[in-house]
């Protein structure tokens, strides 16, 4: 039987009652949106993570040489936490510390954790745990701003659910006018055939004729290009500069990330 190592909503039930406009919100719906483990146990994640199968994990669990939160462990039939700590004869095979990052993504660069051809955040991202990071959100390859990534897929995943309505923030440039029209349409919502969803009311503060502030409360596809598109507007600049509470630091230069405290958004580890 194959296990997963996966993680899954125990409940779908809609955050919505949360104001994830502030932070404490955003906490109080990170505190409420509990995530279930797919059980994997010790012994598994040896067996899967070495690649020696189980014979092998029941062998160095046997010598005693496995380590669970700095305790050697004989028993691998019992759950291994996301944040565990896990060592086999010293090495480190799941670290317990959550990790969080806001990096500025310039244009160029994929949102992405790995591609044959172009670089990717990841790669911009000079720590030694860079590879276990996935991200909460993509740009497109032109888009530049805010991504914040993490190791944490209980608090990626309440930042990414369309429910739990997180706002994202963007400047928006474009080659034609901002009609009153596209505005109006953006705050009702609109219908997206491909995906066969409504989108979530879009609010527009225009800074100019052709420019914007422009929030979004989920991340489909090429969302704003698409939405302006629907009236003959290219984007020709898009920046994006907060995701709920988390804001994308003045002094933070094109490809240069910070690590935060996920609890203190303004933080930095
Ligand atoms: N919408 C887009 O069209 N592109 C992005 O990168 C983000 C939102």
Redesign the pocket.
């Known amino acids: 039987m194959r296990r997963e190592f996966l993680e899954v909503p125990n409940s779908f039930s809609s955050l919505e009652g949360f104001n994830c406009h502030t932070s404490q919100g955003l906490r109080l719906a990170q505190t409420h949106f509990r995530m279930a483990h797919i059980c994997v146990t010790v012994a598994q994640f040896i067996a899967k993570k070495t690649g020696l199968g189980k014979r092998h994990a029941k062998a160095v669990l046997g010598r005693g040489e496995v380590c669970l939160n700095q305790t050697a462990i004989t028993d691998g039939s019992q759950e291994l936490g996301k944040f565990d700590q896990l060592t086999v004869s010293g090495e480190i095979l799941q670290s317990h510390v959550p990790r969080y990052l806001l990096i500025h993504k310039p244009a160029g660069i994929l949102?992405a954790t790995s591609d044959p051809t172009h670089r990717t955040v990841i790669d911009l991202i000079r720590e030694p745990w860079a590879r276990d990071l996935h991200l909460a959100g993509?740009?497109?390859r032109?888009?530049t701003g805010l991504v914040i990534l993490t190791n944490d897929s209980v608090f990626s995943e309440s930042l990414m659910r369309p429910g739990n309505r997180i706002p994202?923030t963007?400047h928006v440039e474009t080659d034609d006018i901002i009609t009153a029209e596209a505005i109006e349409a953006f705050r009702k919502g609109m219908f997206f055939a491909k995906e066969k969803i409504s989108t979530q009311e879009a609010i527009v503060i225009p800074l100019s004729e052709t420019s914007c502030r422009l929030t979004?409360y989920e991340?489909?596809?090429?969302?704003?290009?698409?939405?302006f598109l629907r009236f003959g507007i290219r984007?020709t600049k898009?920046h994006?500069d907060s995701i709920g509470p988390y804001v994308l630091p003045e002094d933070l230069a094109p490809g240069h990330y910070r690590i935060i405290d996920p609890h203190i958004p303004e933080s930095c580890v």
């Open positions: 949102s993509r740009l497109d032109s888009t994202k963007y979004i991340g489909k596809h090429h969302q704003i290009k698409r939405m984007v898009l994006r």
